[in-house]
């Protein structure tokens, strides 16, 4: 069943975009996917769309997004969830994983709201959704780089909710926890193994549902979203088992 409104999702291919996307087509979105590789999510769904962008590309992004654009100019919801984890001390980062990091964690996707945002004001209405994190509301050891990414994103969503408001334009920030995905794949610590210790992606693709199914005059502003026990399994490269 068709619903005639499209939904712009980066991170489409894998963890909480990915449940993301196959919420909003169970709600009859027409979905636009963003990411580099769908060979980790080969969808047929007749309403959903893939486009290959490496939003790491920074300088040859805005031409990139523009030509995304001009396929979906109707897009009423950005949900941003692409991003990735990269943990240590400062001095194990080079000058370039630190620049990498917060190009991909912020900037592609501030470049990816300055993208959809005119197509919106002139609409007069839409939904940009970003995916913070916990480590946006406090810093903590061996995620200086990763939590300034996330800070900015913050920072950024809060600026523009008051920006966009008068537009007719809504603007959330979640800030999950540990969330069962492939986040962890290549880090050396990821959730404990009870169900106690995640938050599903599902869980996080029903709140997204949540936001954009509020009635419009309504926003969750922010939503915190952690699982109800903080146990951590230190032990070893996850993928690598
Ligand atoms: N999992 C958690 O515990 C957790 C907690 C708090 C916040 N978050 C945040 O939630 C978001 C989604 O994470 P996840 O858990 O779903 O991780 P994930 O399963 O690893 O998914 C990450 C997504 O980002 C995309 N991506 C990564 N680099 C990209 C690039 N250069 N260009 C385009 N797309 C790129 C990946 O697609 P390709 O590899 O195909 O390009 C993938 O679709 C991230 O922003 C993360 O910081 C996650």
């Not at 106690?196 to 549902?209: F, H």
């Amino acid at each position: 069943m068709r619903m005639g409104k499209t939904a712009v999702i980066s991170g489409a291919s894998s963890g909480i975009g990915r449940a993301v996307c196959e919420a909003l087509l169970r709600q009859g979105y027409d979905v636009v996917g963003l990411a580099r590789d769908f060979a980790k999510f080969p969808c047929r769904h007749p309403q959903f769309t893939a486009h290959s962008v490496d939003l790491s590309a920074l300088v040859s992004l805005p031409a990139r997004l523009k030509r995304v654009a001009e396929t979906c100019a109707d897009a009423e919801a950005l949900i941003c969830c692409a991003g990735r984890g990269q943990f240590g001390h400062l001095e194990e980062f080079s000058y370039e994983q630190i620049r990498e990091l917060i190009d991909l964690n912020f900037t592609a996707q501030a470049y990816l709201a300055r993208t959809f945002l005119p197509h919106m004001k002139r609409a007069g209405r839409g939904d940009l959704v970003f995916m913070g994190s916990e480590a946006g509301l406090r810093g903590s050891r061996r995620g200086s780089v990763y939590c300034a990414s996330k800070f900015a994103l913050r920072g950024f969503a809060q600026a523009l909710r008051e920006e966009c408001a008068a537009s007719g334009i809504r603007v959330t920030i979640i800030n999950p926890g540990m969330v069962l995905t492939p986040f962890f794949d290549d880090l050396d610590f990821g959730p404990g193994p009870e169900p106690a210790n995640y938050v599903l992606p599902e869980d996080i693709a029903d709140l997204v549902t949540s936001i954009l199914s509020t009635r419009s005059g309504t926003v969750f502003d922010e939503v915190d979203v952690s699982p109800l026990k903080r146990v951590v399994d230190f032990r070893k490269k996850r993928g690598k088992e």
